[in-house]
């Protein structure tokens, strides 16, 4: 079993930063392609940024150019650098771990931009 926990949302403000953070409960990330997806109230959610287990990275239009996903394999973490923040990235961010016939979520972190 494959625990997420994310953390570092909180309230900003447009064209400010945040760094959302995703600790694994093992050693996973070699393995598991891994991803950030974030959801706001009525809608499906949506991917924002992958990070597969052989280290290719993408990203959705909407973030490209401003936020960057990274991990560090030794503190099983994975990162999600958001700048240049916009109202419209408020929502509800998940970090997600898959692999063949096994899918993990954490329980989100609330990120709001707003003045």
């Known amino acids: 079993q494959v625990q997420l926990v994310e953390s570092g949302g909180g309230l900003v403000q447009p064209g400010g930063s945040l760094r959302l953070s995703c600790a694994a409960s093992v050693s996973i990330f070699t393995i598991y392609n891994m991803g950030w997806f974030r959801q706001t109230p009525g809608k499906q959610r949506e991917l924002v940024a992958t990070?597969?287990?052989?280290?290719?990275?993408n990203y959705a239009d909407s973030v490209k150019g401003r936020f960057t996903i990274s991990r560090d394999n030794a503190k099983d973490t994975l990162y999600l650098q958001m700048n240049s923040l916009k109202p419209e990235d408020t929502a509800v961010y998940y970090c997600?771990?898959?692999?063949?016939?096994?899918?993990?979520w954490g329980q989100g972190t609330q990120v709001t931009v707003s003045s």
């Open positions: 990070y597969t287990s052989i280290g290719i990275t």
């Open positions: 997600r771990a898959s692999r063949a016939g096994y899918l993990y």
